[in-house]
Each structure stands twice: as structure tokens, then as C-alpha cells.
């Protein structure tokens, strides 16, 4: 993260339009690779997108930075308005301590490919544990929190069970209801479905359906199933080489696509599966 | 002399003995669990003085001799005023040694907790002591429990080394039985004998109970 002050970028987005998500000219390198390249994405509340693109095209990345779980080398991403990893300070931006990150962090879900459960806890207690030691709240509030979450996810009669007594689909749920227990106003999803048996992508992907019918959740999915992609998101980007190389509604953006690179890239997924 | 005759006449001794090995050992696992948790910590830590300090504590324990290390706390450390019962000065070197190594497991085992771990703490937005307490420990807990089993029978053998300071501990009394009466065979088996018992039916017995427990609270049993 680049130490000086950033003064070219505004220090709050303001007024009724201002988007969810905003990445304002990022940056990300690897020493001498450049894994995202002067990225600019708004992203509404409320709305879908869907991050498609070959390996290696930086779409992962962009969730990442999102969760904090990298630095970014230039540009500025906003939250809820505000920046995510920069704080201002004289009138300009500067990188964020670590006090303003928790606070930024506090919007933001996410749930990824290898669910990443804690083995050590039940279900119920990995969805318990961000509520109660996070967010501070009473056992009993945040065990009603959990159980309804559970509900939602098809997963409250196997609340008491550890995550090695459950399958990676009904893992991968816990997860969800796990994220969600935090009450993000941004859910990113990572590769959910990469990891999971072809029989139990379905039970996956119908919570992730749910979730778009019936909250108002802004989410960031990254994904290689590109039926899902096309059937629930509201945009779908496409993702090649650290830039955004086209991006539409998934109707266009799959029955059309406009540049050789996306035709290419369509194609190549249709003949594999 | 038969060897029930030795033992009627100088079993209490042993018994005495075993009991201050027995008081040596636990309080020198307790020291060495503690230095072993805070030292492993440090050498993780981002702050470089801390980490460097864990790093030259490692270093000093590990790569010198527990004996002379004992003889440092009890014969050195008095002429710069840090003056030391022997009992004390027995279990403070027998622990702070032990802790050097065992610094090593719990810093080997927070590493080996796979890094979805961390990055699913930092997802939930908890505190870097919170994601340590909660999430990390209580699992790199489990993955050292095997190693600490060795450690601790090592940390027990290496208490018969305070009898050289004079603390009355088994090998003290065995020594003491030996040169009164010379029947070495019967003084050092028996002294042998009882250190086996206590490794293989007292610690390691209690070591793999902790795994059972400890996987069960896993969800792995």
C-alpha cells in the first residue's frame, strides 16, 4: 500500500446514486505482476454481479480486497461511501489503521471456496461465534439469530453437528448462515460451488437464489457455473487479464457477447461442460 | 540381602523421592507450558524486538546443556542477587529448558492451522487476540498434543539432573542408597524402574486422554 497521502479521489461518495461498492482506479501486483490493472467497478445496492473470467484474471482478487484479506498498491475502493482501506487525514486519504478497518470490515460477508468452518465449533456455535464475540450480543439473541439463519439454509436439524459430520454442501450452507449471522450489506461469494460433489451444487446455489429473492443484500459473486451466473445475477463482467474486458446484463453479456476475448472464453466453457 | 529385604528397608525413601520428582516434574511443566505458550507467540509476533527476544530465548535453552544451565540458576545467579532455594532453582531450569523446545511445537503447530482459518476469523471481523483465543489456539492445541507427550516424559527424565544441585528428588535418593550401602544394581534399577512407571503409566496414559477429550470437543471421535 502506497504510504503518501492520495488527494485526486474524494473522501466520501455523496447523494442518492452514490454506488454499494466502488473501486476507483486499483491496482494490485504480485512483484512484477499485475493482477488487477487500474480497475474501476461500481457495484448498486441491492444488485447482483456475477466476476466471470479464466484463471488468474484477477476476479478472486477483487472479492479479497473487498474482505481486506489483500493491500491494494494504487486507487481507492468505497463501501457504503466510504473508503475501505484509506482514512482521511488532511484533507486527503491515507491508509487505514487497524481500528477504522475493523469498523469498514463490519459491512462486509464473505463465504468461500473451502467454507472454511471452524472445526472446533458446532453449526450452531460457528454461526453464534461472530455475533456473540464480535458483535458483543446477548447468547440468547444471537442463538435466535443463528437458528433462523440455519432455518433459511435447510440446515437447523443439524445445528449441534461439527462440520466433519457434515458434507461440503451443507457446510458450504453453514457458511452462508455464518456470514450472514454478521448482518453484512455486502456478501461476496468465492468460487462456493468449486470445491462441492455435482450432486449437492443445487442445494448451494438455491440458498444463493433465495438470498437474491427475497433481501436486499448487495453481493459479488465469482463463479465457473455459468447457468447460475446467467440465471440470478443482474450484471455479469468478464474478467481477462487484471481488466474488466466486458461486462453486461447476463442475457447480452452470454447471448451476445460482443468482444473475440468473452466469445472465446464462452465457448471454451460450453465445449468442457 | 534379598531385594524385598531392600525394599522394606529403603522402599519409603524411594517413595519420598518419586514424590519429589513427581512435584519437580509438574512444576516444571507448568513453567515450560507457559514459557512455551509465550515464546511461541513472540517468535509469531510482527513486532521485531519481541520476536528477536523469543528467538535468542530459543536459541540460548535450546542450544545449551540443561546441566549447566541448572548450574547457571543455582551457583551464577546468586552472585548478581537472584539467590534461589534449590527446589526452586531445580524446576525453574528444568522448565525453562523444556519451555525453549516446547516453544517450538506450539510455534509449529499455530502455523500448521490452514490459513482459510485465519482469513474466515478476519471475514467475521474479529480482533487479532480474538481470532488467536478463539479460532487458532484451541486447534493448533490439538495438532501439539502428540509432541508435548514426548516433550513431558523428556522433561520428566531430565529432572533426575536437580539431584546434583542436592534437591532429595529419586536419583538423589538412589545415589544416596547406592553409596551407603553399594548394592548399585538394586538402587538404579529401582530407581529405573520407577521413572519408566511414571512415563509410561502416568504421563503418556494422561496425554492420551487429553487427545481424546480434545478431539471429541473437535467433533473427530
Redesign the interface.
Known amino acids: 500500500m502506497s504510504q503518501e497521502t492520495l488527494s485526486d479521489f474524494p473522501l466520501e461518495l455523496e447523494g442518492a446514486d452514490a454506488p454499494m461498492v466502488r473501486f476507483r482506479q486499483v491496482t494490485k501486483r504480485y512483484g512484477n505482476l499485475t493482477v488487477l490493472d487500474s480497475l474501476d467497478l461500481d457495484v448498486a445496492e441491492g444488485e447482483m454481479v456475477t466476476i466471470i473470467g479464466p484463471s488468474g484474471s484477477g476476479k478472486t482478487t477483487v472479492l479479497r480486497m473487498l474482505m481486506t484479506l489483500e493491500t491494494i498498491n494504487e486507487g481507492v475502493i468505497y463501501v457504503d461511501g466510504k473508503p475501505l482501506t484509506h482514512m482521511p487525514r488532511n484533507g486527503g486519504l491515507v491508509p487505514a489503521d487497524n481500528r477504522y478497518l475493523r469498523k469498514m470490515r463490519a459491512n462486509i460477508g464473505m463465504c468461500f471456496q473451502h467454507f472454511n468452518l471452524f472445526p472446533h465449533m458446532t453449526a450452531i456455535e460457528n454461526c453464534m461465534e461472530g455475533p456473540v464475540h464480535v458483535l458483543g450480543l446477548p447468547k440468547r439473541e444471537a442463538r435466535e439469530r443463528s437458528e433462523e439463519l440455519l432455518e433459511m439454509v435447510g440446515m437447523a436439524d443439524k445445528r449441534d453437528q461439527h462440520p466433519s459430520r457434515l458434507s461440503g454442501g451443507q457446510q458450504q450452507r453453514v457458511a452462508i448462515a455464518r456470514a450472514l449471522a454478521m448482518r453484512p450489506k455486502v456478501m461476496l461469494f468465492d468460487e462456493v460451488t468449486s470445491a462441492l460433489d455435482p450432486e449437492v451444487i443445487g442445494e448451494v446455489t438455491n440458498v444463493i437464489r433465495k438470498l437474491v429473492g427475497e433481501h436486499n443484500l448487495t453481493m459479488l459473486m465469482v463463479t465457473h457455473q455459468m447457468g447460475f451466473a446467467k440465471d440470478i445475477s443482474d450484471r455479469v463482467c468478464f474478467f481477462f487479464g487484471g481488466r474488466i474486458e466486458e461486462q453486461g446484463k447476463p442475457a447480452d453479456l452470454f447471448g451476445n457477447p460482443q468482444r473475440e476475448r468473452t466469445q472465446q472464453f464462452l465457448s471454451a466453457v460450453k465445449e468442457a461442460s | 540381602m534379598s531385594y524385598f529385604e531392600f525394599l522394606a528397608e529403603y522402599g519409603p525413601r524411594f517413595v519420598d523421592g518419586a514424590a519429589v520428582t513427581a512435584l519437580q516434574t509438574v512444576l516444571a511443566a507448568v513453567l515450560a507450558i507457559a514459557i512455551a505458550v509465550a515464546m511461541g507467540l513472540m517468535r509469531l509476533s510482527r513486532n521485531v524486538p519481541v520476536r528477536w527476544f523469543a528467538t535468542v530465548y530459543v536459541e540460548i535453552f535450546r542450544g545449551t546443556s540443561l546441566l549447566v544451565q541448572l548450574y547457571w540458576i543455582f551457583f551464577v545467579l546468586p552472585l548478581f542477587g537472584i539467590t534461589m532455594e534449590k527446589f526452586t532453582a531445580g524446576f525453574v531450569a528444568v522448565g525453562m529448558n523444556l519451555g525453549a523446545y516446547g516453544a517450538e511445537l506450539v510455534r509449529g503447530a499455530i502455523l500448521s492451522v490452514?490459513k482459510?482459518?485465519w482469513?474466515?476469523?478476519?471475514?467475521?471481523?474479529?480482533?487479532p487476540a480474538?481470532r488467536m483465543v478463539?479460532?487458532i489456539f484451541?486447534?493448533a492445541f490439538?495438532a501439539m498434543l502428540p509432541p508435548w507427550g514426548n516433550l513431558l516424559i523428556e522433561l520428566l527424565k531430565g529432572t533426575a539432573l536437580v539431584s546434583l544441585i542436592s534437591v532429595a528428588d529419586l536419583m538423589f535418593e538412589a545415589k544416596q542408597i547406592n553409596s551407603t550401602t553399594f548394592l548399585s544394581a538394586q538402587a538404579f534399577g529401582t530407581a529405573l524402574v520407577i521413572y519408566y512407571v511414571m512415563s509410561r503409566f502416568l504421563i503418556t496414559p494422561f496425554m492420551r486422554w487429553l487427545e481424546r477429550v480434545m478431539a471429541r470437543?473437535?467433533?473427530?471421535a
Open positions: 490452514p482459510g482459518q482469513e474466515a476469523a478476519l471475514a467475521l471481523n474479529m480482533s480474538k478463539r479460532v484451541p486447534q490439538l470437543k473437535m467433533g473427530r
